[in-house]
């Protein structure tokens, strides 16, 4: 009886492989049709604020991000968030470049994680144009050469790139936006094995990252400091015995070996990058406030406590503070803080206004959509 149970049971039929290819090619046709019907509705969304001079005129950032958090809402499957949000971030990538391409500064050179930050969040359709210096990106910003520029902020490992923090303190920029990136650090080099390594060159954060690593596995090679992990890359490229640290995009621009794969000491290495551009933005929904504040040093004690009470008197959660000199004069300080909430929109903007009166000095350097993550 068993023997007959098993013989009636229906065979499942496999799909007909022309069908299937037909039904794709169908699909396909009607996704190509939606993004041109999405360009177009673009090109009328800049005809509606009248004759435009390029792209940085109608690029609204905190309506960006809403569409992308609608798009992971929607998102059921099979294709993993960050793969549908790469996909939509370059389809508005491409429709927002028909009249001309933004122009994005950032640290480089070419095969940086800067550039690869600049990528993840503006698409492959802008102008990425490489600069020697944090100073320099700023620089072009400033003068309007760079529509907006892309500059890292703090490390999960190492800490803060000071050198951006000091340049708030003398520029008139806004932050405009932020972008975590997992920082994925591999070996790279020309050579056939580890043996024939006598130099490995890199960021010194990027050594930092790999410190163990490098220390069980290459004991005898001489760490080198570069000004960037391309700038290790190129000498890799052109040194016998030279290897580097870096990430794929250095492997592909300088034509290296990939000869072990993630070297970093903690699988969770992150670094966290900021916008900067010439404008405050409005609010997205999920917004952060970053502000920079000073207060006289002869205040007596508790005078940083006293100066932060608004934040607790009004709710607003501080995520982030970091001291800095001031450059004014000896042992003056400046505080940058990031906060919850977007500077405009109570109770942000009621704490704000507190920590005005209490501060020598009292900046709102941006208030940008937090960065997406999936």
Wanted: with cysteine; charged share 25%; proline share 4%.
């Amino acid at each position: 009886m068993g023997k007959e149970q098993k013989d009636k049971t229906p065979v499942q039929e496999l799909p007909d492989l022309t069908d299937v290819r037909a039904q794709i090619d169908d699909v396909d046709e009607q996704i190509q049709e939606l993004i041109s019907q999405r360009a177009r509705l673009a090109q009328q969304v800049g005809l509606t604020k009248g004759k435009l001079l390029s792209a940085v005129d109608y690029y609204r950032p905190e309506r960006e991000v809403e569409v992308l958090r609608k798009v992971l809402a929607r998102n059921k499957g099979p294709l993993r968030d960050e793969e549908v949000l790469r996909l939509f971030r370059e389809i508005m990538s491409a429709c927002l470049a028909q009249q001309e391409p933004l122009k994005v500064g950032f640290l480089g050179p070419e095969g940086t994680f800067t550039q690869t930050a600049v990528l993840k969040h503006f698409g492959h359709s802008v102008r990425a144009i490489p600069f020697a210096t944090i100073d320099e990106v700023f620089r072009e910003v400033e003068s309007g050469a760079a529509d907006f520029g892309v500059v890292p902020i703090e490390n999960s490992t190492e800490g803060s790139v000071n050198h951006t923090l000091d340049m708030f303190l003398m520029s008139p920029l806004k932050i405009g936006g932020e972008i975590e990136l997992q920082i994925e650090q591999h070996l790279l080099g020309t050579m056939d094995g580890l043996q024939d390594i006598e130099r490995v060159c890199a960021h010194q954060q990027s050594l930092a990252q790999c410190r163990g690593w490098l220390r069980e596995y290459l004991p005898h090679a001489e760490q080198i400091g570069m000004s960037s992990n391309a700038a290790g890359a190129r000498r890799a490229r052109d040194e016998k015995g030279t290897a580097a640290i870096g990430g794929e995009a250095a492997a592909e621009v300088y034509g290296l070996r990939t000869l072990v794969s993630n070297i970093e000491d903690r699988s969770d290495n992150a670094t966290r990058f900021l916008v900067i551009g010439r404008e405050l933005l409005s609010a997205s929904g999920d917004d952060k406030t970053t502000i920079l504040l000073s207060t006289s040093h002869t205040g007596g004690a508790g005078v940083l406590h006293s100066l932060l009470q608004p934040l607790a008197k009004h709710g607003v959660s501080m995520t982030r503070i970091e001291s800095r000199p001031s450059r004014r004069q000896n042992w003056d300080y400046v505080f940058f803080i990031d906060l919850e909430g977007h500077a405009q929109e109570s109770p942000v903007a009621e704490a704000l206004a507190e920590l005005a009166d209490g501060s020598s000095l009292f900046r709102v350097l941006g208030a940008y959509p937090k960065a997406i993550s999936a």
